[in-house]
């Protein structure tokens, strides 16, 4: 079942489109990769899902309801769950009132133990300020939050930015842990090679048009692609 289809959508800041025509299909029980190099309107495409954009055309319909537009409360209490780039988490609380604040935001009975398992890292440190974590630990720490909150699609920008080596594939192996548990991903990120090898299907955003889009293991076998604009050297 389809539970995201993004059509035909032209959105950017003010009067000014920085995305145009992106078609993006995501399906239950997938991992979709949004790649692209910096500036190329990955995080523009998150944004304009979550309606912090201004939308000039096109069409964004979650669970067979159009969301366009629609508020990031409303589209929070659907369960659309997102994690941005930067600020997702309170720096001044600990990680257990953070999680906590996580579940606030939608009334359910899901809990923090049961998300904790999957983020083993983090469980020690519950009593810790999230100021004091590490920069991996934090980004464990904001997508946690995200999923108490009982997200049915989850949305990440670029969450092993300014990661090293080891703390990426911590974080991407933390993806495929929430596919397994059903809960869909779209996923924007630089980490080109790492995010083809955990996600379904992978869609390639240059200068706000998405150029091409396939399942995730072909488009790590067109070495054109790579090349020409992933900046993979092979
Ligand atoms: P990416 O996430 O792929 O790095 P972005 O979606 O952040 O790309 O940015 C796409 C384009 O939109 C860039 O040219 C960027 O400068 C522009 N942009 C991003 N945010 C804003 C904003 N708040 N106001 C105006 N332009 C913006
Ligand atoms: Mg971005």
Redesign the pocket.
Known sequence: MRILEISNLTAGYWRLPVIEDICIDVNDGTVVALLGPNGSG??TVLKSIMGFTKIFKGSIVYNGVVITGASTTKLARMGIGYVP?INNVFRSLTVKENLEVGAYTRKNDLNIDEILEVFPEIKTLLNNKADSLSGGERQLLAIARALVSNPKLLLL??PTASLSPKNTVIVLSKIREIKSRGIPVLI?EQNVLKTLEISDKAYVLVSGRCITSGPSEEILKNEDLGRLYLGLKR
Do not use: F, L
């Open positions: 990955k995080s780039q920008d670029e924007a």
